[in-house]
Nanobody, 123 residues
């Protein structure tokens, strides 16, 4: 089992920044791929970014790659999502996910999920 706990969401004005964190614990996850998703009301959940825990290779969705960045802190067992220049349409619940050995653009069902953290961008 792998446990994922997100934090860092909240209310921010358009143009502002937030950094989400995902604390990872549990069994060995060194060969895992970690990811950030989001789901806005009445929309499909979408993969925003992912990172291979060991290799550090990353994937970013084209529509956010100039504003969002995924990273991981090996020592702190934490995955980060830095979000800059936030827009109203970034309002969503953001989820951390993980899976063993997935490719960084994996489109299947991810095995482990956090509970989600709400991000609300106001005008």
């Amino acid at each position: 089992q792998v446990q994922l706990v997100e934090s860092g969401g909240g209310l921010v004005q358009a143009g502002g920044s937030l950094r989400l964190s995902c604390a990872v614990s549990g069994r060995t996850f060194r060969d895992y791929t970690m990811a950030w998703f989001r789901q806005a009301p009445r929309k499909e959940r979408e993969l925003l970014a992912s990172i291979r825990w060991n290799a550090g290779s990353t994937y970013h969705l084209d529509s956010v790659k100039d504003r969002f960045a995924i990273s991981r802190d090996y020592a702190k067992n934490t995955v980060w999502l830095q979000m800059n220049s936030l827009k109203l349409e970034d309002t969503a619940v953001y989820y951390c996910a993980a899976g063993p050995g997935y490719p960084i653009d994996y489109s299947g069902t991810w095995r482990y999920w956090g509970q989600g953290t709400q991000v609300t961008v106001s005008s």
